[in-house]
């Protein structure tokens, strides 16, 4: 079993920057795909990216393709979300998943364990 602790949100100005991430424990972390979704209170969660064990695939949604990149330290056991030019309509909280094995899901079911999330607010 593996444990997924977010943090780096926070609030932001539309255009602006953040970089969110995501540490297990627990488990090794280079034995699990590993990917972020998002949720707000109006909508449920979405996909945002995924990143496979070794870190040589991702995946994104299209709505944040070309601003956001996820990356992985698997000796650091962490997970990150770099995220740019960000929208208001990016204000959500974000949260960490993982899944053992390898492979590009994108559906909320395909993902055993998540994190608590963190809450990323971008101003206009």
């Known amino acids: 079993q593996v444990q997924l602790v977010e943090s780096g949100g926070g609030l932001v100005q539309a255009g602006g920057s953040l970089r969110v991430s995501c540490v297990a424990s627990?488990?090794?972390?280079?034995?699990?795909?590993m990917a972020w979704f998002r949720q707000t209170p109006r909508k449920e969660r979405e996909f945002v990216a995924v990143i496979t064990q070794s870190g040589g695939a991702t995946y994104y949604a299209d709505s944040v393709k070309g601003r956001f990149t996820i990356s992985r330290d698997n000796a650091q056991n962490t997970v990150y979300l770099q995220m740019n030019s960000l929208k208001p309509e990016d204000t959500a909280v974000y949260y960490c998943?993982?899944?053992?094995?390898?492979?590009?899901?994108?559906?909320?079911?395909?993902?055993?364990?998540w994190g608590q999330g963190t809450e990323v607010t971008v101003s206009s």
């Open positions: 998943a993982a899944r053992l094995g390898n492979g590009r899901y994108v559906y909320e079911s395909a993902y055993d364990y």
């Open positions: 627990g488990r090794t972390l280079s034995t699990y795909t």
